[in-house]
């Protein structure tokens, strides 16, 4: 009789394992249609001052804050399936077009300004939120990494120092530093444009 409830029971969780992994594939499969069509959609609508990369965050973002929370429980795990995968895409490619490492060191300028930049971050981070503020040193670090590199960076520090408590917070600053600093970047860049034409 064990053999048999045994038996059924592997019999059963093949069956919920089959019926779990199909509608995984098909929300995949929904989450990569959903992206093309944001970037579709993005190219062709985008404002020439805008262009379609700050469009098409405009609407992941407001597709995110208005969607059902039911659509949304679907749709996260296949998106960070699909994201996880553009974004070593997106490693590589930046790798790529950067160049070797001694290009690094070909422009001095832009290597003392990245330096005295970093350099007065860590000095903010540290002093006035660690030492100033008594935020923990764990999440002082995940925050800089979040601002630096972004959520998927954050995400990877927490986990390999084990911060696990920290992934979704680094992620979900990251996220939000994304969204908004690509917009206040452009505003800025538009600002000094109209600043250095007024100067001339």
Do not use: M
């Not at 805008?50 to 296949?78: I, S």
């Amino acid at each position: 009789i064990g053999d048999g409830d045994a038996a059924r029971g592997r019999a059963r969780a093949a069956r919920t394992a089959t019926f779990v992994r199909r509608p995984r594939r098909r929300w995949e499969l929904a989450a990569l249609a959903l992206a093309c069509v944001v970037s579709t959609a993005s190219s062709r609508v985008a404002p020439p001052s805008l262009g379609a990369l700050p469009t098409a965050t405009a609407f992941t973002v407001l597709f995110a804050t208005l969607a059902p929370r039911r659509v949304a429980a679907y749709l996260a795990p296949a998106g960070d399936l699909v994201g996880n995968a553009a974004l070593y895409v997106f490693f590589a490619s930046a790798g790529a077009a950067g160049g070797s490492v001694s290009q690094i060191f070909s422009t001095p300028a832009l290597f003392l300004y990245l330096g005295v930049l970093y350099a007065c971050h860590l000095a903010i981070v540290w002093f006035a939120g660690h030492k100033g503020l008594g935020i923990a040193k764990a999440e002082a670090l995940i925050g800089s990494n979040a601002c630096v590199g972004g959520p998927a960076t954050a995400a990877a520090l927490a986990r390999s120092k084990g911060w696990r408590a920290l992934v979704a917070p680094g992620i979900l600053v990251g996220n939000l530093g994304n969204a908004v600093g690509t917009f206040a970047g452009l505003a800025l860049a538009a600002g000094f444009r109209v600043w250095t034409r007024g100067g001339g």
